[in-house]
């Protein structure tokens, strides 16, 4: 079975720091693009950067200068450094990640089961 875990969420004043780790486990064949999207209460979930399997990011106009999105192949893991925390960016994150399981022939998409982030003003 494979499945997305997060961690690294809680409760931070503005201006802090946070970092979330998310990790793909299971019987995996195959991993590409990675990411992180956040949803608000009462918002749609939005893209906050993302990663393929060869290092190229991507990021959201929010989070431009602030965050980074790094990679490790080696342990099917992602992270997403936060810095300068406003309190905007409260929300659930979640981690998505486009695997394909063993003996699997296409890619699909996993979500992971989302890591609150508070940021306190």
């Known amino acids: 079975q494979v499945q997305l875990v997060e961690s690294g969420g809680g409760l931070v004043q503005a201006g802090g720091s946070l970092r979330l780790s998310c990790r793909a486990s299971?019987?995996?064949?195959?991993?590409?693009?990675m990411g992180w999207y956040r949803q608000a209460p009462g918002k749609q979930r939005e893209l906050v950067a993302t990663i393929t399997y060869g290092g190229s990011t991507n990021y959201a106009d929010s989070g431009k200068g602030r965050f980074t999105i790094s990679r490790d192949n080696a342990k099917n893991t992602i992270y997403l450094q936060m810095n300068s925390l406003k309190p905007e960016d409260t929300s659930v994150y979640y981690c998505?990640?486009?695997?394909?399981?063993?003996?699997?022939?296409?890619?699909?998409?996993?979500w992971g089961q989302g890591t609150q982030v508070t940021v306190s003003s």
């Open positions: 299971g019987f995996i064949s195959g991993i590409n693009g």
């Open positions: 998505n990640a486009e695997l394909r399981g063993a003996g699997a022939v296409r890619y699909i998409h996993y």
